[in-house]
């Protein structure tokens, strides 16, 4: 099992912060890199984060946040990453979520 974020093992780690649509959560449509030191952190969605064209991100419909620490610094997911999941929720209806990263990838 890995060590839960905040350790040491954390220190050079990377925290990705990934809004999918609640019908497709599989593709990002914004995203965000922090280094895993800065959590907790707060963040705000705006149109400017939106990663695909279309619709403007605060006009979707339900979205949910991933929030992943990781020591690899891939984007994708791998074995022994940290995550943690919003419910869906409306951005235009939502002022602040909390995402508790607690499960790890396998």
């Not at 949910?64 to 995550?83: L, Q």
């Amino acid at each position: 099992k890995g060590k839960a974020p905040g350790s040491s093992q954390f220190y050079d780690a990377t925290v990705y912060i990934t809004v999918h649509s609640a019908a497709d959560s599989k593709v990002p449509i914004a995203a965000m890199k922090r280094p895993a030191l800065t959590l907790p952190l707060e963040f705000s969605l705006a149109d400017i984060n939106e990663m695909r064209s279309g619709a403007p991100i605060t006009a979707k419909d339900a979205v949910m946040i991933k929030a992943r620490v990781t020591n690899s610094g891939s984007i994708k997911t791998k074995p022994g990453d940290w995550i943690g999941y919003s419910a869906p929720f409306l951005i235009a209806k939502k002022r602040q979520i909390r995402i508790i990263i607690a499960e790890i990838s396998e």
